[in-house]
């Protein structure tokens, strides 16, 4: 089972987030997969979206530590609260 990888979803890919997760992917040895140049394409009901990249990447993340995956998703969760600076 491997490690860690990292979902990356940004309009500037060496904007700062960029150079933050490039920062902490190589720190910590984890894989990056830039969204961005993923081919997805919209759910839809006749499966017609089945020669888009979404499976084989769902696959390759399903290899990785669950225990990474919940990480990130709680990463993810404390990222969405609004910043209120202190007065």
């Given at each position: 089972?491997?490690?860690?990888?990292?979902?990356?979803?940004?309009?500037?890919?060496?904007?700062?987030?960029?150079?933050?997760?490039?920062?902490?992917?190589?720190?910590?040895?984890?894989?990056?997969?830039?969204?961005?140049?993923?081919?997805?394409?919209?759910?839809?009901?006749?499966?017609?979206?089945?020669?888009?990249?979404?499976?084989?990447?769902?696959?390759?993340?399903?290899?990785?530590?669950?225990?990474?995956?919940?990480?990130?998703?709680?990463?993810q969760?404390?990222?969405?609260?609004?910043?209120?600076?202190q007065?």
């Amino acid at each position: 089972m491997l490690s860690t990888i990292a979902l990356f979803s940004s309009s500037r890919r060496h904007g700062n987030t960029g150079q933050l997760i490039d920062r902490i992917a190589f720190a910590l040895n984890i894989e990056i997969v830039d969204l961005a140049c993923q081919r997805m394409s919209s759910y839809d009901y006749e499966h017609l979206n089945r020669n888009d990249d979404f499976e084989p990447l769902m696959k390759r993340v399903l290899e990785h530590d669950p225990e990474a995956l919940k990480f990130a998703a709680l990463v993810q969760e404390a990222a969405q609260v609004p910043f209120k600076p202190q007065t």
